[in-house]
Nanobody, 127 residues
Framework: QVPLVESGGGLVPAGDSLRLSCAAS????????MGWFRQTPGKGREFVAAISWSGSNTDYSDSVKGRFTISRDNAKNTVYLQMNSLKPEDTGFYYC????????????????????WGQGTQVTVSS
């Protein structure tokens, strides 16, 4: 099991920044590809960003590219999502996810590729 706990959500005005954190337990975090997804009213779960367990490979949805940055600190078993220039359409419930892998460069962009999920954290961006 790789329990995941997200934090850092909140209510901010458009243009502001937030940093989400996802803390994982267990030594398997260092061999887990990690991802961030968000769910908004009326939509399904949407891919936001992903990072390989080595940290060398990342990917982003087009809607957040250039504004969000995913990173990880394997010594702290934590993955981060730095969100800058937030827009009202970024409002949603943000989840982190983990997929154990032996491939250091592997990352996933589909939610059904992930094995473990956190409980989520709410991000609300006011206009």
């Amino acid at each position: 099991q790789v329990p995941l706990v997200e934090s850092g959500g909140g209510l901010v005005p458009a243009g502001d920044s937030l940093r989400l954190s996802c803390a994982a337990s267990g030594r398997t975090f260092s061999r887990a590809a990690m991802g961030w997804f968000r769910q908004t009213p009326g939509k399904g779960r949407e891919f936001v960003a992903a990072i390989s367990w080595s940290g060398s490979n990342t990917d982003y949805s087009d809607s957040v590219k250039g504004r969000f940055t995913i990173s990880r600190d394997n010594a702290k078993n934590t993955v981060y999502l730095q969100m800058n220039s937030l827009k009202p359409e970024d409002t949603g419930f943000y989840y982190c996810a983990a997929r154990q892998t032996y491939t250091p460069t592997y990352y996933a962009t589909q939610d059904d590729e992930y094995d473990y999920w956190g409980q989520g954290t709410q991000v609300t961006v006011s206009s």
